[in-house]
């Protein structure tokens, strides 16, 4: 972690223990005022539109205006500065995707599974709990700060808040599974929705005690994807052995968008070509970067 995000543990958060709207708006930068106008206004702060998905189809984005964007960044920031787990690896500063596929060098076995439609499934409920049970904050603070965080009761898409908390949402969850993994000798990552447990060998019995608690806890779980002894692919890394590897897939890619290039192009797209390659060498270096640590 760099000197300027000191991490401490979540009972000396500012937000822990927080009593008074007073305090809480002091936090947030708002007046009294306006804090409570924002958090009774929310679902009116925000815009709904369609994105492409690089893999086909769209995503909706439910996105907040610039206001309640800027409180939800400035809670997540309070958030992120609680002292993470060491299987959480998104979003924690200084901890990347390769990273998280780097925890799983070496394992003969790993499972993945995918959180479904993870901060829609995440209910305002949840972050009132997390709040008024975990932080304890009085009922006012924990109310507030869960109207500010959602959107038409559950986690917004496109809230730079969301993918933190909907990890502190569920971290009874969480900590149940790490507590089956460690009892075991396995190794467990989450990289906001993804989960990926590994190890010597992983028991039926206790992969089902895993997805129960996630189906316990009203989520769902799909992608579903288990390997034995043959590269595993998590996060967009290809974990073989004790080897990480660039998925072929990005590998062609990269040739196709150099090949691109030689022809003529307009300068826009051209720019955008450029562009494309530098974020998928970018890739290929972090990888190749992390490989031969």
């Not at 925000?46 to 409180?71: A, I, M, N, Q, W």
């Not at 993804?194 to 779980?221: E, F």
Request: net charge positive; hydrophobic share 40%.
């Amino acid at each position: 972690m760099s000197s300027d995000h000191k991490v401490y543990p979540l009972d000396q958060s500012p937000l822990f223990k927080l009593t008074t709207k007073k305090r809480l708006a002091a936090l947030l930068a708002l007046s009294i005022g306006e804090m409570q106008l924002l958090a009774k206004d929310a679902n009116a702060l925000y815009s709904e539109f369609d994105v492409l998905k690089k893999s086909g189809g769209v995503r909706g984005v439910e996105s907040p205006h610039h206001r309640l964007k800027t409180v939800q960044a400035r809670i997540a920031n309070l958030l992120s500065r609680i002292a993470p787990p060491d299987y959480l690896f998104c979003p924690v500063k200084g901890r990347c995707y390769v990273k998280n596929a780097a925890e799983h060098l070496g394992q003969r076995v790993v499972h993945c599974l995918d959180i479904r439609k993870y901060f829609p499934s995440t209910p305002s409920r949840r972050i009132y709990w997390f709040f008024f049970s975990i932080m304890q904050c009085e009922k006012d603070v924990a109310s507030i700060l869960a109207n500010l965080a959602t959107y038409q009761g559950h986690l917004p898409t496109g809230s730079p808040l969301s993918p933190i908390m909907a990890f502190f949402a569920y971290s009874d969850v969480w900590e149940i599974i790490a507590g089956y993994c460690e009892v075991h000798g396995y190794r467990l990552t989450i990289y906001i929705d993804d989960v990926t447990i590994s190890g010597a060998s992983l028991s039926p019995s206790v992969l089902w005690d895993v997805k129960r608690a996630i189906h316990g806890a009203g989520l769902q779980y799909h992608k579903e994807r288990h390997f034995v002894d043959r590269p595993a692919e998590i996060t967009g890394v290809i974990v073989h052995r004790e080897q990480l590897l660039v998925p072929n897939r990005q590998l062609k890619k990269l040739r196709e968008t150099e090949r691109d290039l030689k022809q003529p192009h307009s300068d826009i797209h051209r720019k955008k070509l450029l562009e494309r390659l530098a974020g998928l060498r970018a890739q290929t270096s972090q990888i190749a970067t992390a490989r031969h640590a």
